[in-house]
């Protein structure tokens, strides 16, 4: 899988890409556990930097991935972000999803939601100089029905010009490298058209 997702990259001629094993069964997430400890590493006498992120999967009922565009930016992320000092990535993962999505994950279903990983991807950084990688861990919302109840609670806040929901087809020119890696990887399993 690893190899084939790093082939189809190399053809979109994207510099320092990395797959990480990002590894998920159906529905029953398991995923690469990263050392954080360090936000430097150096291969090959390269120094890189690190920005660790969390971000959300949410598929709706037309097996499409939800991505979202900040004001004045041409590409599409997955929704998410930083963990600010003591949260959990559970805490980090819903106040960021207020602040872009105008929801709660936990309370705004009638279903009970809880959050679960999914999976890690690593790539360069959308408009970071060279070598600054971005490192995504990556969570859904299960159950399925509670994550399908939150395709008509999100809406876009005001730090979000543009939500959208899209497939496969999606032009990948649109996306960050680890928005093209969480999308091929979710076509690959079968959660998205």
Known sequence: ???RLYRAFLATSIPHLIVLSAVTTAFTPQFTQLNMS???????????SYIDKLALILINSKRQQLVARSYGKEVFYTPGGKREQGETDIQALV?????????????????T???EPYGVFEA???GKPEGTMVRMQCYRVTPVEAELELESLVTASEEVEE?????????????TVTGIMILDDLHEKGFIN
Do not use: G
């Not at 360090?38 to 890189?48: A, G, L, V």
């Open 1 to 3: 899988m690893a190899a």
């Open 163 to 175: 939500l959208m929901w899209i497939d496969s087809t999606f032009n990948r020119s649109k996306l």
């Open 38 to 48: 360090s936000s430097t590493s150096t291969t090959d006498n390269e120094q890189k």
């Open 113 to 115: 939601a809880s959050i």
């Open 124 to 126: 360069q950084a959308y």
């Open 95 to 111: 106040r960021e999803c207020i602040e872009e999505l105008d929801t709660d994950l936990l309370t705004s279903t009638k279903t």
